[in-house]
């Protein structure tokens, strides 16, 4: 069976510090990968999403990049974190073909201070 | 630009009774919808998906309905249980080549069972 972790679950960084999170699926291939950020209270926004190794698409302009070094692995990263960054980011994998739903990792807490 | 709303940000129902969470999305050309159930600290769960070529569809306890003529879906959840408490949101997936099948996400509904 499919499943997708993150880590870590939580993270506290000061304003301007870099950020690194990671996302990793097992048990399926050429998966698409998802980064939403969720703010307290609120709904869902796509970040980045990425239907294979090195292919990344941004939804907003902002100070955050991804990266898919690997197949089944997806990075969310930052040179400088803002306030603003604080949230729950949220990776999610989907199957390649259309129409397929996306199955979610159990988030990182992030708190910028 | 596509836009996902729910018309109920909190819901509260008795323990037993039926709920019904709704939802409006804005893009006709959409053609497939998910319900997701997500508990404080997680992530969402996929509970039900339905297809533009279907009006209704059910699962275990969850109905979902869709009306495309008012672009609008619904998610019953019968005999509503404690462990149905959280935020339920609903996706849409516009009809468009190069998505990478993205999803455009609402901004949830509350729901809260009393005991």
């Known amino acids: 069976s499919q499943t997708i972790h993150q880590w870590p679950a939580t993270l506290v960084q000061p304003v301007g510090s870099p950020l690194s999170l990671e996302c990793t699926v097992e048990g399926t291939s050429n998966p698409n990968l998802y980064w939403y950020r969720q703010a307290a209270g609120r709904g869902l926004q796509l970040l980045f999403y990425s239907v294979g190794i090195g292919q990344i698409s941004s939804e907003v302009p902002q100070n955050l990049s991804a990266s898919r070094p690997q197949d089944r692995q997806f990075i969310l990263s930052s040179k400088k974190l803002l306030l603003s960054d604080s949230g729950f980011y949220l990776c999610?994998?989907?199957?390649?073909?259309?129409?397929?739903?996306?199955?979610f990792g159990p988030g990182t807490r992030l708190t910028v201070l | 630009g596509e836009s996902v709303g729910l018309h109920l940000p909190t819901l509260s129902v008795q323990e037993g009774d039926n709920s019904i969470i709704n939802c409006a999305y804005s893009?006709?050309?959409?053609?497939?919808f998910i319900w997701y159930k997500q508990e404080s600290g997680k992530g969402p769960q996929f509970i039900i998906d339905i297809r533009s070529n279907m009006d209704k569809r059910q699962g275990q306890r969850v109905t979902v309905l869709l009306n495309k003529t008012v672009k609008h879906l619904s998610l019953q959840i019968a005999a509503t249980q404690p462990g149905d408490s959280a935020v339920y949101f609903c996706a849409e997936k516009p009809l468009r080549e190069n998505t990478g099948n993205q999803f455009y996400f609402g901004t949830g509904t509350s729901l809260t069972v009393i005991p």
């Open positions: 893009n006709s050309a959409s053609d497939y």
């Open positions: 999610a994998w989907s199957g390649s073909l259309s129409n397929n739903e996306q199955f």
